[in-house]
């Protein structure tokens, strides 16, 4: 059975730092690229970040490009999402996934789409206090 399980989420204020993991079980995490998405209240979900199979590709939405970086500990089982410069617009529930279709080798915006992830997790709360 397959485990997504996100933490790190929290209270920050604006311009503060937050770094959240995403631990997977139950699959073979190498052969999986790994997504980051977010939700703010009222809104649709939309993609945050993603990151190859071999962790060589990442590509990241505009609204988080030079703030976020995702990373990959295959070792672990984790991927990371460090977030920096935060922003009161940068809160949201972020959801991790995986899909093992998404990217192999390289990863773009048709990357990170919902219908790609195979596998997602239940969220973690990030909130971003002006």
């Known amino acids: 059975q397959v485990q997504v399980v996100e933490s790190g989420g929290g209270l920050v204020q604006a311009g503060g730092s937050l770094r959240l993991s995403c631990i997977v079980t139950?699959?073979?995490?190498?052969?999986?690229?790994m997504a980051w998405f977010r939700q703010a209240p009222g809104k649709e979900r939309e993609g945050v970040s993603i990151i190859s199979w071999s962790g060589a590709s990442r590509y990241y939405a505009d609204s988080v490009k030079g703030r976020f970086t995702i990373s990959r500990d295959d070792a672990k089982n984790t991927v990371y999402l460090q977030m920096n410069s935060l922003k009161p617009d940068d809160t949201a529930m972020y959801y991790c996934?995986?899909?093992?279709?998404?990217?192999?080798?390289?990863?773009?915006?048709?990357?990170?789409?919902?219908?790609?992830?195979?596998?997602w997790g239940k969220g973690t709360l990030v909130t971003i206090s002006s």
């Open positions: 139950g699959l073979i995490f190498d052969n999986y690229a």
């Open positions: 996934a995986a899909g093992q279709n998404a990217g192999k080798w390289y990863v773009g915006p048709e990357s990170l789409r919902i219908a790609g992830m195979d596998y």
